[in-house]
């Protein structure tokens, strides 16, 4: 799925789209991919994204495989999705500029709404981990 098809599946737009593709689904898995651009909201003064950034970027991987899973089910439009708690969050290094990342998330329990999901963000094309975090994400549904 290109950018224009990722809009189809998250309810967020420019300046704060955090997701340019979703590239796999396996079950209860998905993986995102993000370049790192000069004019994303989150950049900082040394040109790195910073930890605001990857947080939301994960929670926007975790909507777009959430919007991917509606839309299967014949939903007309993304669910909307809100974070209600970010734990273990762990940063190991800021990504900058050009960087290509690459986000693996393992949807976990859902009960009454709130699915507990892990992300794992790696540089693209390498093993080494940018981040990684659980987060209990709460889906709207209607």
Known sequence: MGNEDIKKLVPQRDPILMVDSLMEVDGDVA????????????????????????????????SAFAGYRAMLAGAAEPPMG????????????????????????????????VTIITGEVRFSGGDEIVADTQMKIFIKTE
């Open 31 to 62: 993986v995102t991919c993000l370049s790192v651009r000069a004019d994303n909201y989150f950049i900082d003064e040394d040109r790195l994204l910073a930890e605001p950034g990857i947080i939301e970027h994960i929670a926007q991987s975790a």
């Open 82 to 113: 809100y974070i209600g708690e970010v734990k273990k969050f762990r940063c190991y290094r800021c990504p900058q500029v050009g960087d290509e990342l690459r986000t693996t998330i393992t949807m976990g329990a859902e009960m009454a709404g």
